[in-house]
């Protein structure tokens, strides 16, 4: 079904997709180059306000967030285990099975051209797995992770090699005078990023040490938000709320309160995922009839949340998670698609069937719907900080089989481009909300308004 809705639609999206710089991969081969694929798409973009300065987040803000990966190469992550395979490709990752390295500089200026295209303010730079393997000394290593899940002491050139790809995005999306801004994501999953290596230091600390010479060097890609630099802080999924329990979320927090130095330099938002699912966390606890607020007391940002309204398994139905402040929600995020409890696929995680709780990219006939649904809850409590789960993980097992088992955005083989055209209209009605009043289209110039796109089966 997909499929023929896709290809219905195609000619009637092809002239707006040129404007997002991906005209020449309607037709592009997927073994092409990356310099092939990108040709004369991805120009030189010129110099805006602000390219040099901060992105300064007021309570009056409205804020696109990306959630990007830039974990690829042949020595770091490579597609082998994907399903879906991106249509850009690096010359260098062919061996590899196909894909691109994230440090392509031909590659970068194509991604930077696709999230200011969808109308994106500011990406998350995602450096949250291994982080004791990637900051810690060959001491620590030998003392703490040798016979550890990892496989740190075979794998560390690679994971470093992921932070060295993640702190290139500062200077190589500086020297594109882009006006995108960067969020680093910290690792805070792992109990070990709390222990002391030789020189004292935590590999947590280190780590906010190594993206604040980032921020420092490069002003033009911080945001700016209480005051003071944003850096987000990745607890993973379930959390237990008992501060009596000493949680890792509750030590991390209790470190920055003791480390003054740290935490009047930085604002940290800790940020965990499937809020939708831990009733324990929500200001009222009571059965969800709609988006849940997340208790004043955790104020966790979410990673990604699902959403079905319909499911009737255990948990179910399922309402997004956000929270406030002051009188703004604060954060919200919408997914492309949302695996149920059981991941993907049911009785077999990644295998089909679906399972009955899943949120798919395409369902009814309409494509994007879970994005479209979620959309609609983000421009009702119109939070300050919108994020969007997300552009390019292409990993299993949060990315499943097919197209409806996925949620990426960046153009692939199983879904096209269409993605963008899709993210960039909801994305302009979330920076200028509009609808209706008394009846009547507030914003007659807007054509065609998102709910346009999805009641035609977009």
């Known amino acids: 079904m997909f499929m023929l809705s896709r290809r219905y639609v195609w000619s009637q999206i092809a002239t707006a997709l040129c404007g997002l710089g991906v005209a020449g991969l309607l037709s592009a081969p997927k073994s092409a180059s990356a310099q092939n694929v990108i040709g004369a798409d991805a120009t030189e973009m010129a110099r805006e306000p602000g390219v040099n300065s901060p992105l300064v987040v007021t309570e009056g803000s409205r804020v696109a967030v990306m959630e990007y990966e830039a974990w690829f190469g042949p020595n770091a992550v490579t597609f082998q285990n994907s399903a879906a395979i991106p249509l850009l490709q690096s010359a260098d990752m062919q061996s590899q099975g196909g894909g691109y390295d994230s440090a392509d500089p031909v590659l970068i200026r194509q991604h930077v051209a696709w999230l200011d295209g969808m109308g994106i303010d500011a990406a998350i730079a995602d450096l949250t797995n291994n982080v004791s393997c990637i900051f810690d000394s060959d001491w620590f290593v030998e003392k703490y992770l040798k016979n550890a899940p990892g496989d740190c002491p075979l794998l560390r050139p690679d994971f470093q090699n992921i932070r060295d790809n993640t702190g290139n995005l500062y200077s190589a999306w500086t020297k594109l005078g882009t006006r995108l801004k960067l969020i680093p994501q910290l690792g805070g999953i792992d109990q070990d990023v709390l222990y002391k290596d030789q020189d004292g230091k935590t590999a947590f600390e280190k780590e906010i040490e190594y993206f604040g010479a980032l921020m420092e060097k490069y002003p033009g890609r911080q945001v700016i938000y209480e005051g003071k630099p944003l850096m987000l802080v990745f607890l993973g999924a379930g959390q237990d709320p008992s501060t009596a329990d000493d949680p890792l979320w509750f030590q991390l927090r209790i470190f920055l309160s003791d480390h003054k130095e740290i935490s009047d330099k930085y604002t940290f938002k800790f940020i965990a995922g499937y809020l939708d699912s831990q009733p324990y966390l929500w200001q009222d606890q009571n059965a969800a009839t709609g988006p849940v607020q997340i208790a004043r007391q955790f104020g966790f940002w979410s990673w990604v949340d699902r959403l079905n309204t319909s499911c009737t398994t255990s948990y179910c139905p399922y309402f ?74 292409f990993q299993y097992p949060d990315e499943g089989w097919d197209a409806n088992t996925n949620d990426d955005i960046e153009p692939a083989d199983q879904w096209s481009s269409l993605g963008l055209l899709i993210v960039r209209e909801e994305i302009s009605s979330y920076h200028d909300p509009c609808g209706i009043l008394d009846g009547k289209n507030v914003c007659p110039w807007k054509s065609p308004p998102p709910v346009a796109l999805a009641e035609r089966g977009y």
Request: charged fraction near 15%; include cysteine.
């Open 320 to 393: 997004p998670s956000y929270n406030r402040v002051g009188k703004r929600v604060e954060n919200f995020t919408a997914s492309i698609a949302t695996a149920g409890q059981n991941g993907w696929g049911c009785p077999t995680s990644n295998e089909p069937p679906y399972c009955p709780d899943d949120a798919l990219r395409n369902e009814n006939g309409h494509s994007y719907a879970t994005f479209h649904a979620f959309m609609t809850y983000a421009r009702a409590l119109d939070p300050i900080f919108l994020i969007i789960h997300q552009f390019n993980e």
